[in-house]
T-cell receptor
Framework: DSGVTQTPKHLITATGQRVTLRCSPRSGDLSVYWYQQSLDQGLQFLIQYYNGEERAKGNILERFSAQQFPDLHSELNLSSLELGDSALYFC?????????????FGPGTRLLVL | DQQVKQNSPSLSVQEGRISILNCDYTNSMFDYFLWYKKYPAEGPTFLISISSIKDKNEDGRFTVFLNKSAKHLSLHIVPSQPGDSAVYFCAARPYGGATNKLIFGTGTLLAVQP
């Protein structure tokens, strides 16, 4: 158990819908990362937050947005869902989000868009 | 554009023998390389890392080798155990900035046969 929790574990929805994925970092970690793993792909970095502020952005679609709240949990919002958004979404956390820190991953949320 | 590549989707090894997992990268602007292990229905777990200024790092049964001129790194597991059966991801961190974002390969499924 990494100490990072993600809810829900599974999500099935329809195209055009909007969903929210939730992540709680390890106790004491200030930085949160979101990654997407599509079928037969590696994990693709989406976005990083540190203490409520956006720190880095990857190839995150405009239909996707995220935020980190004062209690440090984070939410990833996916809207106007398409079939291709079906994937595993992982959240990770680290203490400060800077060099050489180990990222600890949650178990992921599996999203299926029908 | 896949900057970190794991060209072997799977590898099968006998228990007690050496497992060698390979990873190639195309971008010289990485300063840190990591290996993560992933079991089904769990998030990736950090295994071992190496700085770009080193060519070898060892931790128990796990050794990572870095060949900068060939832009290649490998993970050696000796001796392999059935519990090592998992998907192994190679990851790299770009130089500079205040972010710790990682770029992942597509993973290699290791099966250790008893």
């Amino acid at each position: 158990d990494s100490g990072v929790t993600q809810t829900p574990k599974h999500l099935i929805t329809a195209t055009g819908q909007r969903v929210t994925l939730r992540c709680s970092p390890r106790s004491g970690d200030l930085s949160v990362y979101w990654y997407q793993q599509s079928l037969d792909q590696g994990l693709q970095f989406l976005i990083q937050y540190y203490n409520g502020e956006e720190r880095a952005k990857g190839n995150i679609l405009e239909r996707f947005s995220a935020q980190q709240f004062p209690d440090l949990h984070s939410e990833l919002n996916l809207s106007s869902l398409e079939l291709g958004d079906s994937a595993l979404y992982f959240c990770a956390s680290s203490v400060a989000g800077t060099s050489e820190e180990t990222q600890y991953f949650g178990p992921g949320t599996r999203l299926l868009v029908l | 554009d896949q900057q970190v590549k794991q060209n072997s989707p799977s590898l099968s090894v006998q228990e007690g023998r050496i497992s060698i997992l390979n990873c190639d990268y195309t971008n010289s602007m990485f300063d840190y390389f990591l290996w993560y292990k992933k079991y089904p229905a769990e998030g990736p777990t950090f295994l071992i890392s190496i700085s770009s200024i080193k060519d070898k790092n060892e931790d128990g049964r796990f050794t990572v080798f870095l060949n900068k001129s060939a832009k290649h790194l490998s993970l050696h597991i000796v001796p392999s155990q059935p519990g090592d059966s998992a998907v192994y991801f190679c990851a790299a961190r770009p130089y500079g900035g205040a972010t710790n974002k990682l770029i992942f390969g597509t993973g290699t499924l290791l099966a250790v046969q008893p």
